[in-house]
């Protein structure tokens, strides 16, 4: 029994369709989904975003210059000798620690 040129080339043709169509279906659909979470994803980026920054705002009702910070207080300066009991020499330790706060300049 044979078949004739046209019927082999349509039967050839849709069984070549039958693979391809799901095929591309499926890429398409994937791509779509793809696309899809991405987008979530940027919608809950955007979210977190403006809830950061409506946190962070300050309100600007007062419009007054910006001040300078006032210096932060110096430590005084204590004389180890005064930190002991009468008679008694501070640990040279503790003499060179209340040394270097006595130094200590913030920048």
């Not at 403006?50 to 210096?71: F, K, N, V």
Request: aromatic share 4%.
């Amino acid at each position: 029994m044979g078949m004739s040129k046209q019927m082999t080339f349509t039967l050839a043709c849709v069984v070549v369709l039958a693979a391809l169509v799901p095929g591309v279906a499926g890429y398409l659909s994937a791509r779509l989904e793809a696309i899809e979470s991405a987008e979530r994803n940027l919608h809950a980026l955007e979210a977190r975003l403006h809830i950061r920054e409506a946190r962070e705002a300050r309100p600007a009702s007062m419009s007054s210059p910006c001040l300078r910070t006032p210096a932060t207080p110096r430590f005084q300066q204590v004389p180890a000798i005064a930190l002991g009991e009468r008679g008694k020499r501070v640990p040279a330790w503790l003499a060179g620690l209340i040394e270097e706060v006595a130094d200590f300049r913030p920048d």
